[in-house]
């Protein structure tokens, strides 16, 4: 009698799960068919201009975190802004996602800014300051505790852990934006044209407003002497 309960109440809670599964990927659809016709609402030609072509001016490099789209935080349209997310908006040198996409940006769109967009209380970066070990992602942290590793002795005079956190986001943005100049597409780049500029950015989910690092780069001559590399046609 009890098993038949049990049956019975397992039965219905499935029902119930699949229910609000299926729901919750409705609600994407029907969202998107809203947005398709607000935006025709206002102009019944908006999708044949999108779909003419792309001719963004920015190159995204940020967080894959739900927080932090690039057009919402900036205030843009579908088609101004050249996007790639990882975790920690990380610049891997090795990364051929991540290289393709600058190639693409920088050497056929001709986009006049990358910025490297991190956000305070990044999951990633506070994953990466524990030692908690979290699966494969541990591998991917890695690059964010070398970060860390150049800059052990002032993160480790901060105690607070939320604010060694914070300084740790802004350090890694720097970081991907140094690591962004020695590519050997931004450099050369640099070489054919004086209008790209690599930035770095931080994110408060708190304001929603954007913190400029400062960190603006517009050429290799601040590069250490092993990273600046020569021309093409030296090789
Ligand atoms: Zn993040």
Known sequence: MDSIINN??????????????RRSYEELL???RDWVQSELDQDPNYFTKLAAGQNPD???IGCSDSRVPANQITNT??????????IANVCVHSDMNMLSVLDYAVNVLKVKHVIVAGHYGCGGI???????????ID????????VYRLHSVELD????????????VELNVMEQVYNLCKTTIVQNAWRKREDLEIHGWVINLNTGLVKDLDVTANSGE?????FNLDSEENI
Do not use: C, Y
């Open 126 to 136: 506070t994953a990466a300051l524990s030692n908690r070990q979290f699966g494969l």
């Open 30 to 32: 029907q969202g998107n």
């Open 222 to 226: 601040e590069l250490g002497e092993v």
């Open 77 to 86: 349209r579908p088609g101004q802004v050249f996007v790639h997310r990882n």
């Open 8 to 21: 019975d109440k397992q039965a219905k809670m499935a029902h119930h799960i699949q229910k609000n599964q």
């Open 139 to 146: 591998n991917w942290l890695r690059h964010i505790k070398d």
């Open 58 to 60: 920015v190159l995204w």
């Open 157 to 168: 005079s901060i105690e607070d852990q939320t604010q060694k956190v914070n300084r740790l």
